[in-house]
């Protein structure tokens, strides 16, 4: 990773950007694909980070910060100082294991909601790391989850659309003061 982006895993009291949640309509746009990775988009990843992990997240996608670019920021060992966060720009799937795995998730969008998703256990994505350089990451298990949650958020799709259990889901949301009108059920 660049040292020019790097940002110390702590927590600030007032994190750079603000976390939209569950009910906002920016979580339900399509982002759009970054066309330069200039000093903006730089500052950005920096102030995603910061955001992250003031927030206890594994994961930050553009549209929960309210900018609708395809921009993802991951760090599935935030408590590890020497492992650098991944950095996502333009993030494509280009392939996905037949193997499936149930695994619970939660959302910083959605707080203290979680649910199990079913994904695709192992992917291959190809995208752009912050100094522009085309990538190639095969992950499986958690990475391969966060990095599919994450994505999903830069096509407007949120986790809780992604639960089979639609009781326990609609409880959850309940009495975490969510409608559960916002979820938009999506098969696979």
């Known amino acids: 990773m660049a040292t020019e982006l790097f940002v110390e895993k ?11 949640r569950l009910g906002d309509r920016v979580l339900r746009q399509s982002a759009k694909r970054i066309a330069k990775i200039d ?3 730089k500052q950005l990843i920096r102030e995603m980070l910061q955001t992250m992990y003031s927030s ?24 590890e100082a020497a492992n650098p966060p991944l950095i996502l720009i333009n993030p494509t799937i280009t392939r ?3 193997d499936v795995s149930i695994t619970q998730e939660g959302c910083l969008s959605i707080p203290n909601v979680f649910l199990d ?20 990451l ?32 609609n409880q959850e949301l309940v009495k975490n003061g ?5 979820v938009k059920p999506v098969e696979g």
Do not use: W
């Not at 206890?56 to 408590?79: C, R, S």
């Not at 407007?156 to 089979?164: H, S």
């Not at 969510?178 to 916002?182: A, D, G, H, N």
């Open 10 to 20: 702590k927590k600030l009291k007032q994190p750079p950007l603000r976390v939209h």
């Open 96 to 98: 996905v294991s037949r």
């Open 39 to 41: 000093a903006e988009i």
């Open 138 to 169: 095969a992950a499986d298990g958690l990475l391969a989850c966060c990095i599919q949650h994450e994505i999903d958020h830069l096509n407007g799709i949120l986790f809780v659309d992604r639960v089979e259990n639609q009781l326990l889901l």
């Open 178 to 182: 969510f409608s559960t009108q916002t």
């Open 56 to 79: 206890d997240g594994i994961g930050l996608a553009a549209p929960q910060v309210a900018i609708n670019k395809q921009l993802l920021v991951v760090d599935t060992e935030p408590d």
């Open 117 to 136: 998703v079913k994904r695709p256990t192992a992917i291959e994505v190809s995208y752009k790391d912050e100094q522009g350089r085309p990538q190639k």
